[in-house]
T-cell receptor, first 110, second 115 residues
Framework: RKEVEQDPGPFNVPEGATVAFNCTYSNSASQSFFWYRQDCRKEPKLLMSVYSSGNEDGRFTAQLNRASQYISLLIRDSKLSDSATYLCVVSLNNFNKFYFGSGTKLNVKP | GAVVSQHPSRVICKSGTSVKIECRSLDFQATTMFWYRQFPKQSLMLMATSNEGSKATYEQGVEKDKFLINHASLTLSTLTVTSAHPEDSSFYIC???????????FGQGTRLTVV
């Protein structure tokens, strides 16, 4: 079983739409959670960390559900520039290993 | 912000030859560096974790004699793909972090093609 699983998509949405991605993780000992963004043929870049209480950064909201072992990312008012692959990343309590999901592709269309 | 530089960005080599990829942290000292491999439409797969001055820890299924990792200084780690074969063709990415509490930054990646 994979450590981290994501729906690969693609999610095709119009500009201005709200879109949500989920990600499940298998190891209940996981302590740190992140969303990274990866543009085509580029390196991943940290979008936001995910805290137990949930957190918001502008149009982006991340939630963590430990009981069900999933994290979510909500993007409001989608922009064309949001088109990318969103990677769910989970780390065990020593921060030493980052496990990546396969990514969810988002296409925002005019 | 912190920058991790990876070189080369693209390399094409003949089967049987070796290729070295460099990963440098430009404005911080990276106590730990990670090497990943990403095949098309797949997730980043951790290959190994290296701490400065010690031997790298390889993930299960990654051959340490084939993928030589050296982390001789706090700003440089290298990955050498020895006796490369076409199935080694992939996107290799490094990441580096200063401490266990800080963000890991990624290099730009190296696209290796073995012909």
């Amino acid at each position: 079983r994979k450590e981290v699983e994501q729906d690969p998509g693609p999610f095709n949405v119009p500009e201005g739409a709200t879109v949500a991605f989920n990600c499940t993780y298998s190891n209940s000992a996981s302590q740190s959670f992140f969303w990274y963004r990866q543009d085509c043929r580029k390196e991943p870049k940290l979008l936001m960390s995910v805290y137990s209480s949930g957190n918001e950064d502008g149009r982006f909201t991340a939630q963590l559900n430990r009981a069900s072992q999933y994290i979510s990312l909500l993007i409001r008012d989608s922009k064309l520039s949001d088109s990318a692959t969103y990677l769910c990343v989970v780390s065990l309590n020593n921060f030493n290993k980052f496990y990546f999901g396969s990514g969810t592709k988002l296409n925002v269309k005019p | 912000g912190a920058v991790v530089s990876q070189h080369p960005s693209r390399v094409i080599c003949k089967s049987g030859t070796s290729v070295k990829i460099e990963c440098r942290s430009l404005d911080f000292q990276a106590t730990t560096m990670f090497w990943y491999r990403q095949f098309p439409k797949q997730s980043l797969m951790l290959m190994a974790t290296s701490n400065e001055g010690s031997k790298a820890t390889y993930e299960q299924g990654v051959e340490k004699d084939k993928f030589l990792i050296n982390h001789a200084s706090l700003t440089l780690s290298t990955l050498t793909v020895t006796s490369a074969h076409p199935e080694d063709s992939s996107f290799y990415i490094c990441s580096a972090r200063e401490t266990v509490y800080t963000e890991a930054f990624f290099g730009q990646g190296t696209r290796l093609t073995v012909v």
